[in-house]
């Protein structure tokens, strides 16, 4: 299984864009890239998975450049109540490990 | 409807007991998964099972053992409690076996051992 690195921690304000990168440099060719959200006292929330190119969805995107060794989760005009955990996970199989995440802190 | 529901959300119980937590999900998920997250907030995977197959994390002791009485329920046995079990336990889904689609995740119980 790949292993994901990605920045401890991060802060931002208020409605910035707010960008995590999350480095696997050993993704097998039938990995997807999977972030998830943690909230404190609650389990991790899946926010998007994608294969190459760019993902987007209701609350993010997911930039993965053409060697996918990397892969980027861009949260626009980020709130308050986006303060969390943010995982970065690489695999195909059913025993998905997670790594240490990226705390964002965001201020008014 | 809650999708991932566990029981119960905290437990305090002494060096020695033996306890249950509970796992049910109402997604029609084939696979569900207990992982552990421990002080650190790492969060490791213990099992993962469906209707096929049982597959432990090996560094799991055998005092933890998943039971599942049917294809929506995966309840955690642990016999024996240590200290070291002190963690939040969450209990997880996805639709088959692969990770395409994600986990769904229950949102945890608190396990105190005194």
């Known amino acids: 299984l790949a292993k994901t690195t990605q920045p401890i921690s991060m802060d931002s304000y208020e409605g910035q864009e707010v960008n995590i990168t999350c480095s696997h440099n050993n993704i097998a060719t039938n990995d997807y890239i999977t972030w998830y959200q943690q909230f404190p006292s609650q389990g991790p929330r899946f926010i998007i998975q994608?294969?190459?190119t760019k993902v987007t969805n209701e609350v993010a995107s997911l930039f993965i450049p053409a060697d996918r060794k990397s892969s980027t989760l861009s949260l626009p005009r980020v709130s308050l109540s986006d303060t969390a955990v943010y995982y970065c996970l690489v695999g195909d199989t059913d025993k998905l490990i997670f790594g240490t995440g990226t705390r964002l802190q965001v201020f008014p | 409807d809650t999708a991932v529901s566990q029981t119960p959300k905290y437990l305090v119980t002494q060096m020695g007991n033996d306890k249950s937590i509970k796992c049910e999900q109402n997604l029609g998920h084939d696979t569900m998964y207990w992982y552990k997250q421990d002080s650190k907030k790492f969060l490791k995977i213990m099992f993962s099972?469906?209707?096929?197959?049982?597959?432990i994390n090996e560094t799991v002791p055998n005092r933890f053992s998943p039971k599942s009485p049917d294809k929506a329920h995966l309840n955690l046995h642990i016999n024996s409690l240590e200290l070291g079990d002190s963690a939040v336990y969450f209990c997880?889904?996805?639709?088959?076996?692969?990770?395409?689609?994600?986990?769904?995740f229950g949102s945890g119980t608190r396990l105190t051992v005194v």
């Open positions: 994608g294969y190459k």
């Open positions: 997880a889904s996805s639709q088959g076996d692969s990770a395409l689609g994600g986990y769904t």
């Open positions: 099972y469906n209707n096929k197959e049982l597959i």
